[in-house]
């Protein structure tokens, strides 16, 4: 959740680990600091608040000398947002720094002990347990401190440590939160995303759980956890620095809402070839697919709102049971998995420690795992049987829209095949299907160049302080993300509820003012829907309707106000109607004067428990 930047090289390290700080911002944060050796020594500089601040104070010392060195900006855990309780933290010698990403689970245990030696913390923080345990291992050789100190340590890490006796040179450690390096002439870098060193290369590698790496300007050296060599595979990452700038756009949500069209089809279009949905990442034969008892989805977050869409694609076109999970309650409910299970994982960054958990409980129980994600090369990528990206391109906004969409698209994708491979779709059927998922990037423009329409309605209904959603089958499910998207960027209280499950309960809740999105597309259900509609009406609430363009004057007769998509194959409806609901999530967020981009208390990419 927390960014980690460093740098070692023949350049000032102060300004390149502002930069990769910046780019790290989206993550979510409140407090940052970096830790630069030069002549000075080692110079530490953090504070509570944004990045903005620190690099004030920064200036005001007159910059910090020295050509490596680490940044940091941390999410709050363990200890209230301050200056005191930022990174780097500082073992009590003054020898060692350390950024670090996770939580230490045993740290209570490992300060307990080092207090009983003499040691005096100054934070709150787990964090300040590593480098106070690495100053009590330290015996002149900073690797075998640090192999040390990690035995004693459970939890989870991304570690950058820098030692004052050894000023040429970055220790790195990861366990199930992510970690990267970056190769350059004559430097080497270290992040926790891509975004902060894109600037300076594109030649990069991804560490492994238990894996430790030592940075010079000149060298990378990879080991295990008992420093055996490792040899590690180079990547090459192919987007553009503008993908993570704003391009022009007020705000990256709204840039990303933007991209959505190029998104989905960059994503289906080259695996669709001769009239077929072509997966040459996959190796799932007819049989194995036949003879599947379950998929399980495992997902966090808006994935799992994908998920529960999928839920409706995927039964609907193989006839077989999918059931989905919460990736943080998977592991605690006993799941009924065997081998012939299929678990399709499915998270945007590919490191959310959760779903990456349920991942490996799922393989432990016996099933396949197939991924859904859109970092190449990230944990849960790595350790699945099959794994389908979403070409997407970076995601920066914290309220995911783009990585939605091509999720839902890559879920449609891999319906068709499997329902091909399975013989549960007639020809006829699975060319319209196909026909019309080629057709879902054009149909996305039309419904971005009615954003105006949209703007407009968000500032008639912004001032409601309540929301409820309603809809049923696939319209519930996009009405579930719509409701996730108002209230992460907004602030606002809203729910998400099966229409047929008004009258049990959540009715009550409705009077006069009240807002409700109702979510009208799907035709089988569509009368049913309705009904719902006018119970809600009769209470006296303010209803926005979304439904597809043919069934627009009918929903009209009952509702405030309308907004229509264009009407598709009913299995995509979702791809269609989410976009609506982002732009009006982010235009009452901009009417409410919120930080859109960086939503209060939450960060881009969860990899804590």
Aim: aromatic letters at 8%; glycine letters at 8%.
């Amino acid at each position: 959740m927390c960014g980690i930047v460093g740098f070692v090289g023949r350049k000032e390290a102060a300004p390149i680990l502002l930069e990769g700080l910046r780019r790290l911002e989206y993550r979510g944060y409140d407090s940052a600091g970096v830790a630069v050796y030069g002549s000075d020594g080692l110079q530490v500089v953090k504070t509570k608040g944004r990045i903005q601040a620190l690099a004030e104070q920064v200036e005001t010392r007159g910059g910090l000398n020295g050509s490596i060195g680490l940044g940091h900006t941390r999410w709050a855990t363990h200890g209230a947002p301050s200056d005191i309780n930022s990174h780097p933290h500082v073992s009590e010698n003054g020898r060692i720094a350390v950024v670090h990403n996770g939580i230490i689970e045993n740290y209570a245990e490992i300060r307990e002990f080092l207090e009983s030696t003499g040691v005096h913390f100054v934070s709150e923080t787990d964090t300040e347990v590593v480098a106070q345990l690495l100053e009590y291992y330290y015996q002149g050789n900073i690797l075998d401190a640090v192999t040390k100190a990690l035995h004693r340590i459970r939890g989870a890490y991304a570690l950058g440590i820098l030692c004052a006796d050894c000023p040429d040179r970055l220790i790195a450690a990861r366990k199930d939160s992510p970690l990267i390096l970056g190769f350059g002439e004559g430097f080497h870098v270290l992040a926790s995303d891509v975004t902060a060193v894109i600037e300076h290369t594109r030649d990069v590698c991804y560490l492994d759980d238990g894996e430790i790496a030592e940075l010079t300007a000149d060298h990378c050296w990879v080991y295990d956890a008992y420093l055996r060599p490792v040899e590690k595979e180079h990547r090459h990452v192919d987007w553009e620095i503008s993908a993570a700038e704003k391009g022009g756009y007020e705000h990256f949500m709204l840039k990303e809402i933007m991209e959505q069209p190029k998104a989905v089809r960059d994503t289906i279009t080259p695996r669709i070839r001769d009239g077929k949905v072509v997966l040459d990442e996959l190796e799932f034969s007819p049989e194995y697919l036949k003879n599947l008892d379950k998929i399980y989805i495992i997902a966090c977050g808006s994935s799992y709102h994908v998920g529960m869409a999928a839920k409706y694609v995927l039964e609907r076109l193989l006839r077989k049971p999918v059931e989905v999970a919460l990736a943080s309650e998977f592991r605690y409910c006993d799941p009924i998995v065997t081998e012939k299970t299929l678990a399709l994982v499915i998270s945007q960054s590919g490191e959310t420690i959760d779903t990456l958990a349920a991942l490996r409980e799922a393989k432990r129980l016996g099933a396949r795992v197939l991924s859904i994600v859109n970092v190449v090369g990230s944990s849960i990528a790595r350790e699945s049987d099959g794994v389908l990206y979403t070409w997407a391109g970076p995601e920066i906004a914290v309220a995911t829209t783009k990585a939605y969409s091509t999720q839902l698209a890559v879920v449609d994708l891999i319906g068709l095949a499997f329902a091909r491979a399975m013989g549960t779709i007639g020809e006829e059927e699975y060319a319209k299907l196909l026909a019309a998922l080629e057709d879902l990037p054009r149909q996305l423009e039309e419904v971005l160049s009615h954003r105006e329409q949209i703007q407009y309605l968000a500032s008639i209904y912004f001032n409601h302080p309540s929301v409820f959603f309603i809809g049923r089958n696939l319209d519930y499910a996009v009405g579930l993300e719509g409701s996730l998207k108002l209230k992460e960027i907004s602030y606002l209280h809203s729910e998400a509820y099966a229409a047929g499950e008004l009258k049990h309960g959540t009715i009550s809740l409705i009077e006069s003012g009240t807002l409700v999105v109702a979510l009208a597309g799907c035709r089988p259900v569509f009368e049913k829907t309705m009904s719902n509609v006018v119970e809600v009406k009769s209470r006296g609430a303010d209803v926005l309707g979304l439904t597809i363009a043919p069934l627009e004057e009918a929903v009209g007769k009952v509702v405030d106000h309308t907004l229509t998509v264009p009407e598709t194959h009913p299995l995509l409806l979702p791809s269609l109607e989410v976009v609506p609901m982002q732009l009006f999530a982010y235009y009452v967020a901009l009417m409410h004067g919120c930080d859109i981009d960086k939503p209060r208390n939450l960060a881009k990419s969860v990899t804590v428990e």
